[in-house]
């Protein structure tokens, strides 16, 4: 027999058992939603990607491990993320960059990481356009009012006496911030040896933004990011369109973790939605409710409402704030708080920023106030 028909057969045989082979043990690619929960930076997170690719073999459906090991390992990815974001920018943990700089007194430049000049970078940029309304040099005042690490004092008497020292060592004029570049390492400077800096009022945003930038780098782009309440959204929810995000009524009761029902659903894409305010965070002193939010102006916090004094017949709820980044929505949303309605809303207006405001009446109903860029 002729070599080259030899040769022909032999490949046909071939071709032949390959495909026998792949029609007994068929493998494809399909999509699957998937969701990660976890704990980070004092708060609980939620990252949903929908249309994750999955390889599954016909011949081993129940196969789950195999199955799911790229999600497990993705998993693991976000959790390993948000845990290097917090290890950067805690104010809890002593050994943070964050933690490191606040016990430093001196005023030359203290090295830190991009990521950490970049949030830095962006605080001082709101702080200015908020006039000192976001100013992330407050920390001791948290600390004072008992919403940072620090032990509180005691009566407002003595709260309204330490704050008044406690102003002398804020401000952020006072703190410097360097990039970095191909001479230089990013670094950030204090005028004051006693500055210290809480990035709680943006890290939680800026999370969001790296966990998304991650899968973004994964080619997944159909996902939603949520960190302690400030939610970042790319895509779509698979074949059910948009995101809906709900923005929860800041209805103040007894139990603080109470969920008070939704005031509004959003639906969003290419969108993250900060919210500051709500009704789970504050402190009673002296019969009056004071918000865990620090108005950088006076030293004090936003107060809720004065139980000796009666409710006014409308305070600030909880303030919602649109924009693409999530750390950017995550500080002005602080800032529109402090700010207060007349001025937060002027200067939303000016600056086109998406702001919603919930205003909380005496008999714990709400009003909505927004910018006229925010969705109707």
């Known amino acids: ?41 004092g708060t609980h997170y939620t990252v949903k990607v929908f249309q994750f690719p999955i390889t599954v073999s016909a011949n081993s459906p129940a196969d789950n491990d195999k199955v799911n090991a790229p999600w497990k390992k993705l998993a693991e990815e ?10 950067l920018m805690s104010t809890y943990k002593s050994d943070s960059e964050v933690g490191r700089f606040n016990r430093s007194e001196s005023a030359e430049w203290f090295e830190v990481s991009p990521e950490t000049a970049e949030v830095i970078a962006l605080a001082l940029e709101i702080a200015e356009l908020s006039s000192g309304a976001f100013d992330i040099t407050v920390a001791p005042l948290v600390d004072i009012w008992g919403f940072g690490p620090g ?19 804020t401000g952020y004029a ?41 899968l973004e780098k994964k080619k997944l782009t159909n996902y939603m990011v949520e960190v302690g309440g400030e939610v970042r959204c790319s895509g779509n929810k698979g074949t059910m369109g948009e995101w809906n995000i709900g923005i929860e009524k800041p209805l103040l009761t007894e139990e603080k973790n109470e969920f008070t029902g939704l005031q509004r659903e959003l639906p969003l894409k290419n969108m993250s939605l ?88 005496k008999d714990n109903s709400i009003t909505e106030r927004a910018s006229s860029y925010f969705p109707k």
């Not at 027999?1 to 057969?9: N, V």
């Not at 976000?78 to 974001?85: A, G, K, L, M």
């Not at 230089?184 to 969001?208: M, N, R």
């Open 1 to 41: 027999m002729p070599w080259d028909l030899i040769r022909f057969i032999l490949a046909v045989i071939l071709i032949t058992a390959l495909f026998g082979w792949y029609a007994l043990f068929p493998t494809q690619t399909v999509h699957s939603d998937r969701k990660a929960e976890g704990k980070t930076m």
């Open 174 to 214: 006072n703190l410097e911030v360097r990039r970095g570049s191909s001479s230089q390492k990013p670094a950030i400077k204090k005028a004051l040896p006693e500055l210290t800096i809480d990035l709680s009022g943006i890290a939680k945003g800026y999370a969001a933004d790296a966990v998304g930038k991650l």
């Open 78 to 87: 976000i959790q390993n993320e948000f845990d290097r974001i917090d290890n």
């Open 274 to 361: 900060a919210t500051s305010g709500g009704s789970h965070n504050y402190r009673i002193i002296d019969g009056k409710y004071f918000s865990h939010t620090i108005d950088p102006r006076t030293g004090f916090p936003v107060e809720l409402f004065s139980e000796t004094e009666g409710k006014p017949d409308f305070n600030i709820g909880s303030v919602s704030v649109l924009d693409r980044a999530c750390a950017r929505a995550d500080a002005l949303a602080t800032a529109f708080i402090v700010l207060g309605e007349k001025e937060g809303l002027a200067l939303a207006e000016k600056e086109k920023i998406p702001v919603l405001y919930l205003l909380r009446s």
């Open 151 to 169: 032990i509180p004092a005691v009566g407002l008497e003595e709260l309204k006496a330490k704050t008044e020292e406690a102003k002398s060592k």
